[in-house]
Each structure stands twice: as structure tokens, then as C-alpha cells.
Nanobody, 118 residues
Framework: QVRLVESGGGLVEAGGSLRLACKAP???????????MAWYRQAPGKQRDLVAS???????NYADSVKGRFTISRDNSRKTIYLQMNSLKSEDTAVYYC?????????WGQGTQVTVSS
């Protein structure tokens, strides 16, 4: 079973930046590399939403709420997905998770908490 490990969250003031990482240390390269991967987030009391996705060829898509502020990238040699988050807002506060798109590559990891103070 592939395990996804998210990291990089924390407490930041509005307008600040964070860079999240999602590692798949046990992933099989031939399976991981062609896969579209994504970041999701879940705020308290809300459903888990798709934030950004990246294909094997690094084509990206973003939720309207984060366009122009977040950047997703991947390093297949490290089996890692990144999410650079700039100009953070209080509404970005959530637990951030990674997984495939569509979901199913792995069980959900523990996520990483992002808290933006206003």
C-alpha cells in the first residue's frame, strides 16, 4: 500500500507564504510518474475540496479560489508533489492532503494543517 506523507504546514499571517510537500517514498516509479496528482483541502465542518492538480507532463489546473496564488509542481525523481502557496488568506485555513486525481492511488494520509491568521 502506497503511503503519502504531507508536510510543510504551519501558522502564517495573512499575505504570507508556505510550501507544502507530499512524498510517496514507497511508490513504484513506473506507477507514480504517469499519474495525475493533486492537492486537496478540508476546512473545519466542510467537505474535502480539490485545490490543484498536475499531470505527468506537468500540465496544471487550479480551483478558482487559488488561481494566481498557488503553484503545484512535481519532482518525479523524488516522488514528491509540491504546493507553493502565496498571498495566503484566512479562508485558506484547512488541512491539506495529496492524492491522485481521480482519488484512489492511496488511502488519505494525515495531511498537514495550514492556519492563516488575519
Amino acid at each position: 500500500q502506497v503511503r503519502l506523507v504531507e508536510s510543510g504546514g504551519g501558522l502564517v499571517e495573512a499575505g504570507g507564504s508556505l510550501r507544502l510537500a507530499c512524498k510517496a517514498p514507497r511508490a513504484i516509479t513506473s506507477v507514480f510518474n504517469p499519474m495525475t496528482m493533486a492537492w486537496y483541502r478540508q476546512a473545519p465542518g466542510k467537505q474535502r475540496d480539490l485545490v490543484a492538480s498536475i499531470t505527468s507532463r506537468s500540465s496544471t489546473n487550479y480551483a478558482d479560489s487559488v488561481k494566481g496564488r498557488f503553484t503545484i509542481s512535481r519532482d518525479n525523481s523524488r516522488k514528491t508533489i509540491y504546493l507553493q502557496m502565496n498571498s495566503l488568506k484566512s479562508e485558506d485555513t484547512a488541512v491539506y492532503y495529496c492524492n491522485s486525481l481521480p482519488i484512489g492511488y492511496s488511502d488519505w494520509g494525515q495531511g498537514t494543517q495550514v492556519t492563516v491568521s488575519s
